[in-house]
């Protein structure tokens, strides 16, 4: 170093709540840890004291050390504990906007509450930065980020930029190019500028330091964070300040904060550019890409549904049920999301067995939070209708999407006989039977020949086309009980083995299975696949075999069972059968695939989806290997179009990165795999063709011309971190000194997906976007009888109906000739009405449109996510300008309340 330099110095902790230890170890010891210090500050040991820009340990201590509050509080109203605006540092792939957004209102809520939040966003794990991240942080008053992972040489950025997204939002970020404790350890035994100064990669501190002040904006500064994973604080700072002050003239160390760095270098800092795109080169620091996203795909599919669950079912409907008098519970909701988000963290279902256990437990409880909640609130409605005639009874679908839309239901019927009638205001709408169950309703007895009690009913599972709905709205249809069933009957066979609607035809031959898009006039033959190939990878990154040791298994589905189920509007083929495939990466080795794969995959048509919905599951009973299921899309593809959190991203199928990564030294080889949130299409000139997602979380496009896009089922391996992989060279990435076994990760037994199909004439960011809001959300539907109270665990316990009978018809909320896309619909928390959420995937003007209200609405309000007023841009509040995401705010008439 040349010049002298100043280091400015941050004292803070990255604080995992959980990871190879768990969640019980973690609070113990932040415990102790919070009361030294307390201690520290009492006695003015320690000046300040950064919390990884998050609020989970803390809020956790204060619940359980009520006592500490009013200290903390007095800490972070001085800014000497800095806390938020983060719940925990989240998933930047794979949380939904709506699971971002409320990992920071919540997070920022909570900090406020213990006096004030930080509003510059630290995530200083997560694995790269998604583009929307600068759109979504603006509207929270963030306008400073600080993050790790991500950047690389082909961005060509220095250790400060602004990250843009498309609608313009920028942030400033910093990159901790160097990790957020390169030096701490070196700092602390005054071994800092000799041999002995090591990171934990290995690599000398001096020339790490090197590193940032080459990229640095601030010509001869850089940032020293003083922190480690999991540190507690450190004592003495001053002192060692002045130690190396006074022994390194050419250095000048500084105690300051992350405010103070970013004001200094928005004010001094040179030649600070811009960059457009999600943030994913794993030159400096490893992303796991290549298999992160594919871990515990058991969990990461409760994950997805949770967030699903709670964005388009139970928060519309709760809204749309308040503004008839059942209040919108907040309490609910936000404990639904601080469960779910306290489970999003950004080692991504990567950790230990135990732990990824209470990863599990603890994203089934905010989804089970959510399924309760909708579930009571449908059963009280329909329970609040006016009486129905005996041997009647009201069955009440519901439409949480805001747009008129027809619906094609699969429900479920509970009758004293096997025959009835679905009714519409006295008309009999037409029905297939699915399946019927014939049940004993009375005592249960171990001798069955004394469940004598005349109590039997019956389960049916019918498809109904129950019409049109205008958007967010309800419905009311009568059950009347007959002798004899008026159902449609359905069509079952299995020597047809074809399906149809209006818009597809799909065939099952002994090549394959053929889709035919009659509105496209193209026949996409063979189009569906298994793939499986070894894994020699660990919990964070799948890794290939050596060539000669593996063993690719494709099977086009050309020996199984199908059997076919056709009706009016709905029809599905099922698939059933099985591969051989090796049984542990030494069978693969030698060649034998000796261990059965059985699958059962459904194909399903919906007339009133255009979306091909393709589900099932795979029973695994072989160790060390990653299944996946091939889309040949019949393009010559460059670039994959993801969907991002409020909008997407074009990814290149072959990055640039994967030509000279070992030559330049990356943690990891770069790698087509990415990760896939909602969807991702292939874009032709003559058609586009899109996957989308209820589960599973990861693709690539490969083979030939990148011509096929294949989704991980799951991945098969039994450690949480091993050395010297193929695509990860080095140190086992968690603990580089141990290897953690973890056998759940084998994904032994069945294992679940759940995904769709669809095709366009072109690509339309928003149009997939709003067919993907609808594929997200199932049939929500509540029929009010006393028959079986076990149909749902909630419907055992007792209710009282409203005082005042509700509508049988309700509409709440409709956008007219829309053409963007939708996010969700809520009751705001700072006034009385409720936040419509919609958004621009495209770069393109949406004009036109209109907001329908089916109640007594005074004002609509352009706000933040902060609830904060904005001044509209323009008149039509649905008009949305490139990108864009708003928050319309539709205040209720008081005088009408």
């Known amino acids: 170093m040349k010049n002298k330099v100043i280091a400015h110095c941050i004292h803070h902790t990255h604080w995992d709540p959980f990871w190879y230890f768990t969640s019980q170890d973690s609070m113990v010891v932040f415990s102790y840890n919070v009361k030294e210090m307390l201690r520290a500050f009492d006695n003015d040991e320690i000046k300040d004291f950064f919390l990884d820009g998050q609020t989970a340990a803390i809020d956790e201590y204060v619940d359980i050390h009520p006592e500490d509050e009013e200290k903390i509080r007095q800490l972070v109203e001085k800014d000497k504990l800095i806390i938020g605006p983060f719940v925990s540092q989240l998933d930047p792939f794979i949380c939904s906007g709506e699971s971002v957004i409320n990992n920071l209102r919540l997070g920022i809520k909570h900090a406020n509450n213990l006096g004030k939040a930080s509003l510059i966003a630290y995530l200083a794990d997560p694995f790269g930065q998604s583009i929307d991240f600068p759109k979504i942080f603006a509207q929270f008053g963030i306008h400073d980020f600080v993050f790790t992972r991500g950047v690389g040489d082909i961005y060509d950025l220095g250790n400060e930029f602004y990250l843009e997204s498309n609608d313009g939002s920028q942030v400033l970020c910093h990159t901790l190019l160097a990790g957020y404790g390169y030096g701490t350890y070196a700092f602390m035994s005054k071994t800092l500028f000799t041999t002995q100064a090591e990171d934990y990669n290995k690599i000398n501190v001096d020339k790490l330091i090197e590193r940032l002040l080459e990229r640095s904006t601030l010509p001869n500064e850089f940032v020293f964070p003083l922190g480690f994973d999991q540190n507690p604080i450190m004592l003495h700072i001053p002192e060692l300040i002045s130690y190396y002050n006074q022994k390194y003239p050419d250095v000048e160390f500084r105690y300051t904060n992350w405010e103070e760095y970013l004001t200094r270098v928005r004010e001094h800092g040179k030649g600070i550019k811009t960059f457009r795109s999600e943030l994913t080169s794993p030159q400096y620091h490893r992303l796991h890409l290549s298999g992160m996203n594919s871990a515990r795909a058991d969990i990461k599919?409760?994950?997805?549904?949770?967030?699903?669950?709670?964005?388009?079912?139970?928060?519309?409907?709760?809204?749309?049920?308040?503004?008839?008098?059942?209040?919108?519970?907040?309490?609910?909701?936000?404990?639904?999301?601080?469960?779910?988000?306290?489970?999003?963290?950004?080692?991504?279902?990567?950790?230990?067995?135990?732990?990824?256990?209470?990863?599990?437990?603890?994203?089934?409880?905010?989804?089970?939070?959510?399924?309760?909640?909708?579930?009571?609130?449908?059963?009280?409605?329909?329970?609040?209708?006016?009486?129905?005639?005996?041997?009647?009874?009201?069955?009440?679908?519901?439409?949480?999407?805001?747009?008129?839309?027809?619906?094609?239901?699969?429900?479920?019927?509970?009758?004293?006989?096997p025959g009835f009638q679905l009714l519409d205001k006295d008309v009999p709408v037409e029905y297939s039977i699915l399946k019927q169950e014939k049940i004993y309703g009375g005592v249960m007895r171990k001798d069955v020949s004394l469940m004598n009690e005349d109590k039997w009913f019956f389960k049916t599972d019918i498809i109904a086309n129950v019409g049109p709905f205008d958007g967010i709205s309800y419905k009311t249809f009568t059950i009347k009980e007959t002798d004899n069933s008026m159902a449609v009957p359905v069509s079952s066979s299995n020597a047809t083995r074809s399906i149809y609607n209006e818009r597809y035809s799909i065939e099952y031959t002994s090549n394959g299975i053929h889709i035919t898009d009659k509105k496209l006039g193209n026949t996409f033959k063979n189009i569906l696949f298994l793939q499986d190939g070894g894994d020699e990878g660990d919990s964070y990154d799948y890794s290939y075999p050596d060539k000669e040791k593996e063993m690719i298994i494709i099977d086009q589905f050309c020996n199984a069972e199908a059997e076919c189920i056709q009706t009016p509007d709905y029809a599905a083929m099922h698939i059933k059968g099985e591969i051989l495939i090796p049984e542990s990466l030494e069978a693969r080795t030698e060649r034998r695939a000796d261990s059965p794969l059985q699958y059962e995959i459904v194909l399903e048509l919906n007339s009133s989806s255009q979306i091909i919905r393709i589900y099932g599951s795979i029973l695994n009973q072989a160790k060390d290997h990653r299944t996946r299921l091939g889309i040949r899309t019949g393009l010559k593809n460059q670039y994959s179009y993801a969907g991002t959190q409020f909008g997407y991203v074009k990814r290149a199928c072959d990055p640039i990165e994967m030509k000279e990564w070992r030559q330049k030294g990356y943690f990891e080889e770069p790698c087509s795999t990415r990760p896939l949130l909602n969807h991702v299409s292939a874009v032709g000139k003559e058609y586009t063709l899109t996957v989308y997602t209820r589960s599973l979380k990861e693709y690539d496009f490969t083979d030939d011309g990148f011509s096929n896009i294949q989704v991980t089922l799951f991945r098969s391996v039994g450690f949480v971190g091993l050395p010297d992989l193929n695509r990860r060279p080095g140190r086992p990435s968690g603990l580089a000194n141990k290897i953690i076994s973890a056998p759940e990760h084998q994904m032994l037994g069945a294992n679940t997906f759940d995904i769709g199909i669809s095709f366009y004439t072109n690509f339309d960011g928003n149009q997939i976007m709003r067919d993907y809001a609808e594929f997200a959300v199932g049939s929500m539907c509540y029929q009010n009888q006393d028959i079986d109270k076990t149909i749902y665990p909630i419907s055992y316990f007792p209710i009282n109906p409203l005082r005042v009978d509700l509508p049988l018809e309700y509409k709440f909320l409709e956008l007219g000739s829309f053409t963007g896309s939708y996010g969700t619909v809520k009751k705001a928390e700072k006034e009385n009405g409720y936040i419509l959420q919609i958004f621009n995937s495209e770069q393109n003007l949406v004009e036109g449109g209109e907001v329908k209200i089916g109640f007594d609405c005074s004002r609509i309000i352009h706000i933040d996510l902060m609830e904060q007023e904005i001044q509209p841009a323009y008149q039509n509040p649905v008009t949305l300008k490139h990108g864009e995401l708003k928050n319309l705010l539709l205040l209720i008439d008081e005088e009408e309340a």
């Open 301 to 417: 599919t409760i994950l997805d549904k949770a967030e699903r669950s709670l964005t388009y079912e139970t928060q519309p409907l709760m809204a749309m049920l308040d503004s008839l008098g059942i209040p919108y519970d907040q309490g609910i909701i936000d404990k639904a999301w601080y469960t779910l988000v306290n489970s999003q963290t950004h080692a991504s279902a990567t950790h230990g067995d135990v732990t990824n256990r209470w990863v599990k437990e603890n994203g089934l409880a905010a989804l089970n939070y959510s399924e309760a909640s909708k579930i009571y609130l449908m059963r009280l409605m329909a329970a609040s209708l006016p009486d129905f005639p005996l041997g009647t009874m009201p069955l009440v679908v519901f439409n949480t999407i805001p747009w008129k839309r027809n619906i094609v239901a699969r429900m479920t019927v509970v009758s004293t006989h």
